[in-house]
């Protein structure tokens, strides 16, 4: 489908639209049909697969008939969601079936998109990755993976662009909202993955969360978290936040505090702990080393340094930079420092998504170690990711362009191990990180890259500044090759357009949030052409000469064997996988895989079979000194503030009905109605003050770009006074026109908050 054609097909999907309310969560726990007719019971067959269209890893049934995802239904066996799910999961077996679906490969010819059998485009893919690799060395490749790719396709594509090219190029768009999550996760405790996991929801007497806007994000954890609090008055749900939105509503107590202040808010918490003496002497004593530095290593220091340090960190400073009376600091410290509760923080993406993402990480992890609720049940944070395999999964199976298996690039070790379990060349491991994902494209722009394969992910929607992007996925003299279900705006340039394979349709092993693994079988034919990335890397692998790295005849034996391969990178107690014969038999076992079944709590001696009995309660075992790090990192303020000329904070963000770039939720009239487009929310007096109404069009600018859309004051979300929201999901109105690459020099995670921007009133009928 041309990019006119696909635009036409959308604009029609819009005009049958019609603005639909879904419940406060929206959750729903009946059947859906997946088409026109409800499906005859008697022919249909249920099967367990997980939903991958949000983080959450909820377990959905899917009920097949002849050869078609006809109905679903939230699992009552599923742990994650006991029955439940959201409007997306209710819709998920309509993503397959979106009536633009791609089915045949698509050749660049004469600027036109031209159909070709599957074996020719490989072939053509093959030859242009060779002869790149050939003329401009390895680096000038690259791969750009989804963030719902299946761990077997992120394998795949660390160990044929890893150890079978000799370039690290290889990142996903976890790296866009949950990087920061995933580094600052190693900074403190020393590995990737969560330190509890969601079970902590049923067992806390208070639930913070940071900026998170759970009922859209992860809605049917907010139906947990809302349970919890049903089912006891003692429970207390309070958030701090930028905006009101619909999880405002059903709190507790909402504190809102101005863009970028989670460092001085943080800091401040823990000040007033030391101040009222509620630290965990005992646990910090034993359990707990302090380090200080802006880089990853940091020097040593000790409590007394952190002490000082917090000195300049007092709710009243806290209160200067974001707004928050310090009265409410303290009081929110008290809930963290109150020995009788058991407190449990969430934050996700919009705290990530911060110039000091892994810092803020950092700071929030010191909150729960100053008082030793960590690790236990209802005690400790919950760091979620935007992306199904964010947070570990997807960097634990190698597709970032820092990690091995199991390991980093730059630890001789890792890649000793790397290349005796692929059987390559030592010295073909490259020991450089590779670029990461914005770094890919602005590669393209220099020349740098001359060759990217984009896999079932629409960065060309999704990637800040896009549009230094887009004009270098345009420029000549690259190749550019998307695997893709659906047209996007990322195929509309591409020179060969591969059809994908969507999860129901192939085997796989999906990670999730709370270090949760799910395998689950194809369950229908996917249509035409269409293939998994990994089959699609492993057939370009042996067109190169490199068939012996996949020595796996189907797609059976792909799932088996890449399982093998990295349960043997694994092989560590601390991080170690099950077999796979096991987690077809139990789905959503969290590692370290335990004997006895999956591991909850980290490191607690208590839950965790890898953590050594002799260290006490606790062993950090992830540091070679046992212990979880306090990092002593200060507020700083954004690198990109609102001034007089750009005076308005922009935020951007999900809603409940889409996932990412929207690619698969925007193909099902039921979400597409719900919400057809993005538009610009602002405080009602804001609107005032500009002469602004609902509905009328304003022109968004920034120092990157400008974005004329729809402005609302009665939408979803209140921003506070001088600040403005914009969900990422439309293609349409695409709000990373405005936003900013830099971001968190450690995890290369951008800043998409740190935009600034101004707001011009346009005349009626949206002329400028
Ligand atoms: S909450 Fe997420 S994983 Fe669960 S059903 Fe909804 S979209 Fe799927």
New binding site residues.
């Given amino acids: 489908m041309s990019d006119v054609d696909r635009r036409t097909f959308l604009k029609g999907l819009a005009a049958l639209s019609a603005v639909v309310g879904a419940g406060p969560a929206?959750?729903a726990a009946s059947t859906a049909a997946a088409g026109q007719a409800q499906p005859s019971a008697r022919a249909l067959a249920w099967h367990r697969a997980?939903?991958?269209?949000?983080?959450?890893?909820?377990g959905?049934l899917v009920g097949v008939q002849r050869g078609r995802a006809v109905a679903v239904k939230?699992d009552p066996d599923a742990p994650?969601?006991r029955g439940?799910?959201?409007?997306?999961?209710?819709h998920?077996v309509q993503t397959l079936y979106g009536r633009d679906r791609l089915t045949r490969a698509r050749v660049r010819r004469d600027g036109a998109l031209v159909d070709v059998p599957l074996g020719a485009a490989l072939d053509l893919v093959a030859e242009r990755l060779a002869a790149t690799v050939a003329a401009h060395g390895p680096a000038a490749a690259a791969a750009y993976g989804a963030g719902d790719w299946l761990l077997d396709d992120a394998y795949v594509a660390g160990k044929l662009f890893k150890g079978g090219l000799g370039t690290n190029n290889v990142d996903t768009e976890s790296r866009l909202d949950s990087a920061a999550a995933a580094a600052g996760l190693a900074a403190t405790y020393g590995l990737p993955g969560m330190v509890g996991c969601y079970d902590d929801i049923e067992h806390a007497d208070v639930i913070v969360l940071w900026n998170e806007n759970l009922a859209e994000t992860?809605?049917?954890?907010f139906s947990r978290v809302l349970a919890r609090r049903r089912g006891n008055a003692a429970v207390r749900v309070v958030e701090v936040a930028t905006r009101t939105t619909r999880t405002s509503y059903a709190l507790d107590r909402s504190l809102l505090y101005a863009p970028h202040a989670e460092l001085a808010l943080a800091h401040a918490v823990c000040h007033e702990l030391v101040a009222r003496r509620r630290l965990a002497r005992d646990f910090v004593d034993r359990h707990v080393a302090f380090r200080r530095g802006a880089d990853a290593a940091g020097q040593d220091a000790a409590l007394r340094d952190f002490v000082r340090f917090l000195a300049d960190h007092t709710p009243e400073q806290a209160q200067r930079h974001a707004g928050v009376p310090a009265e409410d600091v303290r009081w929110l410290a008290s809930l963290y420092g109150d020995p009788a509760r058991r407190v449990v923080s969430i934050w996700g993406a919009a705290v990530h998504q911060h110039p000091r993402g892994t810092w803020v990480n950092n700071a929030l992890h010191n909150i729960h170690l100053l008082v030793g609720k960590v690790g236990a049940p209802g005690n400790g944070p919950l760091t979620l990711a935007g992306q199904?395999g964010g947070c570990g999964g997807l960097h634990d199976a190698g597709a970032a362009a820092h990690t091995l298996p199991g390991g980093v690039v730059t630890a001789a070790a890792d890649r000793a191990r790397a290349a005796r379990v692929w059987g390559v060349p030592p010295e073909r491991l490259d020991a450089r990180p590779g670029r990461r994902a914005p770094a890919m494209f602005q590669g393209l722009a220099t020349g740098d890259v001359r060759f990217l394969w984009v896999h079932g992910a629409d960065p060309l929607v999704t990637l800040p500044e896009l549009g230094r992007m887009r004009a270098a996925a345009r420029r000549a003299g690259s190749f550019l090759v998307v695997s893709s279900a659906y047209p996007t705006a990322t195929t509309d340039v591409a020179d060969v357009v591969l059809p994908a394979a969507l999860w129901l349709e192939r085997e796989g092993v999906a990670a999730?949030g709370d270090r949760r693994l799910q395998h689950h079988e194809r369950l229908v034919p996917p249509p035409g052409d269409a293939t998994s990335s990994a089959r699609q890397l492993v057939e370009v692998g042996r067109r190169l000469g490199l068939g012996a790295l996949f020595p796996w005849a189907d797609d059976a034996a792909l799932t088996a064997g890449f399982w093998a391969e990295l349960r043997r990178f694994h092989e560590d107690a601390g991080t170690r996988l099950p077999p796979l014969a096991e987690l077809r038999a139990r789905p959503g076992l969290r590692w370290p895989h335990a004997e006895n079944g999956d591991t909850r709590w980290r490191y607690a001696t208590a839950h965790d079979r890898a953590a050594d009995r002799t260290q006490g309660r606790y062993d950090f075992y992830g540091h070679a000194d046992r212990r979880a790090r306090i990092w002593l990192r200060p507020y700083t303020p954004a690198s990109e503030a609102p001034d007089s000329q750009f005076p308005f904070w922009l935020a951007t963000g999900p809603v409940l009905e889409h996932?990412g770039a929207g690619t698969l939720t925007r193909r099902v009239p039921t979400l597409h109605r719900a919400m057809p487009g993005a538009v610009v929310e602002l405080h009602p007096e804001d609107a005032r003050a500009l002469g602004i109404a609902g509905g009328d069009v304003v022109r968004l600018v920034s120092r990157r770009g400008t974005l004329r859309i729809e402005a609302r004051m009665d939408y979803r979300s209140q921003p506070q006074r001088g600040q403005l929201f914009v969900a990422s999901f439309d293609e349409g109105r695409l709000v990373n026109l405005l936003t900013p690459v830099s971001g968190c020099p450690l995890s290369g995670q951008p800043a998409y908050g740190a935009c600034a921007v101004r707001v011009e009133r346009l005349r009626p009928g949206g002329a400028g």
């Fill in positions: 929206g959750l997980p939903c991958r269209l949000c983080p959450s890893g909820c959905l939230g994650v969601n439940l799910a959201c409007v997306k999961g209710y998920a992860h809605p049917v954890l199904p999730g996932w």
